[in-house]
Structure formats: C-alpha cells, structure tokens
Nanobody, 123 residues
C-alpha cells in the first residue's frame, strides 16, 4: 500500500519557521517527482515546491521562493520542506504528493497524496 505521510505542521507566528517532512513508502519511487502543494480555504490547490528524482532539480512557486527550501534523504523517499519567514498568507493545508516523471502544476495529474498537514501562521 502506497503511503505518503506528512508531519511537522502547526501554529507559528509570522516571521517564524516550520519544517514539514514527507515519508513515502509502499512502492518503488524511482523516477517519481515529489512535490508539496497547499490549499487555503476557498482557494485552489497549488503546487509550491517540487524535486525531480534523478537530478534533484527543484521548482518553487514565486510566492515561496527564497523562503522555502526542499531537501531529501539519500534514499529519495523522505522529502523535507523547510519554511522560513512565514506569513499569514502561508496558512493552508499542506500536502505531499508524488508523480512519475517531472512536476506538473495541475494537482489532478499527481498519482499519490498524503493526508495533509495544517500550517497556521498568526499575525
């Protein structure tokens, strides 16, 4: 059974930091890009960061660029999202996802999903 398990969400004040982790298991993820999406109330689910399997190429949405950083373990099954300088507008449910090949902005094109973790940034 494929599982993506997120951890690390919570409540933080504006300007603070949080680190989200995603552990993937249940299949061979060779060739899979790992990504982080977020969805705020009343808004579409948006891709904010992704890392490709082979070369570790990264993508960051403009809204998080220079504030969020991806990393992964050598086995490429754990992906971390380090978030700095958090803003109230970063408040959302954050989802880890995986898809074969490169990243895609359309969340419907991702095969596997975690259960989501809430991040709340207070002003």
């Amino acid at each position: 059974q494929v599982q993506l398990v997120e951890s690390g969400g919570g409540l933080v004040q504006a300007g603070g930091s949080l680190r989200l982790s995603c552990v993937a298991s249940g299949r061979d993820f060779t060739g899979y890009t790992m990504g982080w999406f977020r969805q705020a109330p009343g808004k579409e689910r948006e891709l904010i960061a992704a890392i490709t399997w082979r070369r570790g190429n990264t993508y960051y949405a403009d809204s998080v660029k220079a504030r969020f950083t991806l990393s992964r373990d050598n086995a490429k099954t754990t992906v971390n999202l380090q978030m700095y300088a958090l803003k109230p507008e970063d408040t959302a449910v954050y989802y880890c996802a995986a898809r074969f090949s490169t990243y895609d902005y359309d969340y419907t094109n991702w095969a596997y999903w975690g259960q989501g973790t809430q991040v709340t940034v207070s002003s």
